[in-house]
């Protein structure tokens, strides 16, 4: 049953009406994680109208979290997050049904948990998890929405099955935990994970009244420093893995370097004296090129993925889990700017060649990789 009242302005609304506030009353969104981007997914869909929000969480509210994730309350630090959320969630709408999980997704859980819902909302902060999302959901034939944040720059995507569009399109193998950051390490502006989630909620509404998704094969960044928004095409890649069980996410989950205590890598990393990895936006390099810049450019991605699209023009081809091999190759007098399909694998690249000898400050990873040099300069791309 539709309250009317409630939801009038969105009943006015040709694309949304009582069709389709009857369809978003009926939906059944399950959400991961309670946190910065969780809090307003969570408060916008149960805003909309969602009928039925599943959340899992297994952490508690702590003082430090109340900065960014605006679904809790200083009076519910301690709390479990879900418990707080269900709180919150149902003192905006006690219509709603909420699902609470207080436990951590895992590949043991991850089908027996999205079974039965319509669409999945990723609001994790980490990368194990972002692939579990994007195998269960393909097994089950699930679409996701993706969200990201680090520091002041955001990224939102829609992913799905039934438009051979998935996460590891994107990132078709997950970078070193060691060359990450979370929210705690890095920093995150405040109000971002509100654009970001605000965003996501969007998508998620967008599906279920039946308008047609805006980020499906696309992703969207957003830079609050300096309030740009672009948005990066991409196509699925017939590299990525085959995916018939969880296996490929679970080897993720075992491999201890995710495991490890963060700050004290953070720690480890300081004491080394290793320089924090530079990066560098298409459009800045093409400005340095233009002044006399002359990097000497490294592509990482695999041989399939360079017979598909490559630079008209670049200096070496490798691939990025080799990349230390060719640490001889590179000029001593050059910079060096490394690239691959989104500007993850790329990231271990430079970690490898860093660990071989080369020097990280004048190395510079290709921020959106070359999607993005796709986006701004086509005319540098030579197709097959």
Sequence with gaps: MVDMER?????VLPQVGIEGQEKLAKAKVFVVGAGGLGSPVLLYLAAAGIGTIGIIDDDRVDISNLQRQVLHRTEDIGRLKVESAKQQLLALDPNLSIV??????????????FSGWDIVVDGTDNIPTRYLIDDACHLLSIPWVYGSIHRFEGQISFFSTKHDRRYRDLFPEAPPASALQNCAEAGVFGVLPGVVGSIQATEVIKYIVGMESSLVGRLLLYDAESMNMQSLRFEALDS???ITDLSHAKRLFDDPTYCTPRPQQVQEDESSGQIMMQSISVPDLKSKQRDGWNPFIIDVRSDEELEQARLSTFD???????????????PDDRDVVVLCRSGMRSQLAIMLLNQSG????????LTGGIMAWSQFAPEDIVRN
């Design 358 to 365: 080369i020097d990280a400050s004048r190395m510079y990873n």
């Design 240 to 242: 990525k893995p085959n």
């Design 100 to 113: 609470e999980h207080n436990e951590r997704l895992n590949p043991e859980n991850a089908l027996a948990l």
């Design 316 to 330: 070496l081809h490798v691939v990025h889990e080799v990349a230390d091999s060719a640490a001889n190759d590179l």
């Design 7 to 11: 939801h009038a302005r969105h009943l």
